[in-house]
């Protein structure tokens, strides 16, 4: 029961990353400085162990946490600019400011 | 009669086709291609725009070394060595690497 309550919840999270990167966008032009509410919106796929993309190839996703703190940046920066290409990224990184990128990576990159 | 057979080497061609790499012919690979950039075994990137690739997904890996390969993700530096990788070399390569330790792990 737990576990579908967290899947629910991931599944939530990922609606709500393609459903609101207008709204998140106002928030960081407001200057809000936290990033917990974007993190959230990674939470649903990186955060799950073992949790695979749908669409458009199955594959599973990255692990991010651990990673380089400057790919993570440069990674989110290609997909807000659709250098690099994957729709459910390209929608969640439109949405971030350069700040919250850098501490966004600082938070995956730099977690045990 | 016959559309069993076909069907069979269907099944067939799709078992080879999803036949995982070989991690040790990976490791040889990964001496030669990557290991300057992220480390024999991919644990250790020179510099900190190169990801770790140790214990990350296999299919993760194979899919962005094919993407490199393609063009769909553009990196001057990864398509020039993504470009002389077979598709079996794509996957022994990304089986080395998955098969290694590392830090990376789901993080929420």
Known sequence: MFLRSRYFAAAACALLACASPAALAQGAKAGDASIRGQLSLCAGCHGIPGYKTAYPVVYHVPKIGGQSPTYIANALKAYRSGDRQHPSMRGIAASLSDAQIEQIAAYYGGGK | ?108
């Not at chain 2, 999803?18 to 991919?42: F, I, L």
């Not at chain 2, 990801?51 to 094919?66: F, T, W």
Request: glycine share 8%; proline share 6%.
């Open chain 2, 1 to 108: 009669m016959k559309r069993l057979v076909l069907a069979a080497a269907a099944l067939a061609l799709c078992g080879a086709a999803q036949a995982a790499g070989n991690a040790q012919a990976g490791k040889q690979k990964a001496a030669q291609v990557c290991a300057a950039c992220h480390g024999p075994a991919g644990d250790k990137p020179t510099a900190p725009e190169n990801p770790i690739l140790a214990g990350q997904h296999a299919d993760y890996l194979a899919r962005a070394l094919q993407d490199y390969k393609s063009g769909k993700r553009a990196n001057p530096v990864m398509k020039g060595f993504a470009a002389t990788l077979s598709r079996q070399d794509i996957d022994d390569l990304a089986a080395w690497f998955a098969s290694q330790p590392s830090g990376l792990h789901a993080q929420r």
